[in-house]
């Protein structure tokens, strides 16, 4: 299995919602990561999990919440969302520092604040 | 800091004609470059590395460290390449940065029949 894998596909969330975000993989990657893509623009990095440990938290506000339960999973929960937070969320995998190693991306998951 | 420049926004060439997306970088060490491609619909995926030396679909990227430039070319394009390409650029293995994957504002490059 070479896939990185995103549920769900498309999200609409009204702003006091909370909701998650998933990303599995099954390469043996232990390194994941979270994305925020706009249309037309380059992915923006969110955050980083290195052996399941926060590694990079690229000052993302505090309503976005990662988690890394294990090696092959990593959601992202989110509450009280802002309009301008409606994005493409991308999830990829590689292998850790140390091991060259690029990122494989999932598809993403489209989401829409209302 | 890292930063990838992508002077191109659009790029359009007819099918069979030669083409080479820009990409320049800045970095105060030895970086890891990447091409990413998008096609529409897809998920973004690697074209290229630096350090494989391949050629993937046709496509060359050679990294020159004196011009800090790792340009895309291809000799002849194809209607199938149309699609949105990022230059990336990481730190390398074992470096506090790698992983963290920088990426150019993109070039979306049309190829007409």
């Known amino acids: 299995d070479t896939e990185v894998t995103q549920t769900p596909k498309h999200l609409v969330m009204g702003m006091t919602n909370k909701k998650s975000l998933k990303c599995e993989q099954h390469?043996?990657?232990?390194?994941m990561y979270w994305y925020k893509q706009k249309a037309k623009k380059p992915p923006e990095l969110m955050f980083v999990?290195?052996?399941?440990?926060?590694?990079i938290n690229e000052s993302v506000p505090s309503r976005f919440s990662p988690e890394c339960p294990n090696s092959s999973l990593l959601n992202l929960h989110l509450h009280a969302l802002q309009p301008e937070d409606s994005a493409l969320y991308l999830c990829?995998?590689?292998?850790?520092?140390?091991?060259?190693?690029?990122?494989?991306f999932g598809n993403g998951t489209r989401l829409t604040v209302t | 800091a890292q930063r990838v420049t992508q002077p191109e926004k659009l790029l359009s060439v007819f099918k069979g004609a030669p083409v080479e997306l820009k990409c320049n970088y800045s970095y105060s060490g030895s970086p890891e470059l990447f091409w990413y491609v998008q096609y529409s619909r897809q998920r973004l995926q690697l074209l290229l590395r630096?350090?494989s030396r391949e050629s993937i679909k046709g496509f060359t990227a050679d990294l020159n460290k004196g011009e800090t430039s790792f340009h895309l070319k291809k000799p002849f394009a194809q209607e199938e390449d149309s699609a949105m390409y990022y230059c990336a650029l990481s730190g390398r293995p074992g470096g506090t940065s790698y992983g963290k994957l920088t990426f150019g504002q993109g070039t979306i490059l049309t190829v007409h029949p």
């Open positions: 999990y290195s052996y399941e440990k926060l590694s």
């Open positions: 390469m043996g990657h232990r390194a």
């Open positions: 630096h350090i």
């Open positions: 990829a995998s590689s292998q850790p520092r140390g091991k060259s190693s690029p990122l494989h």
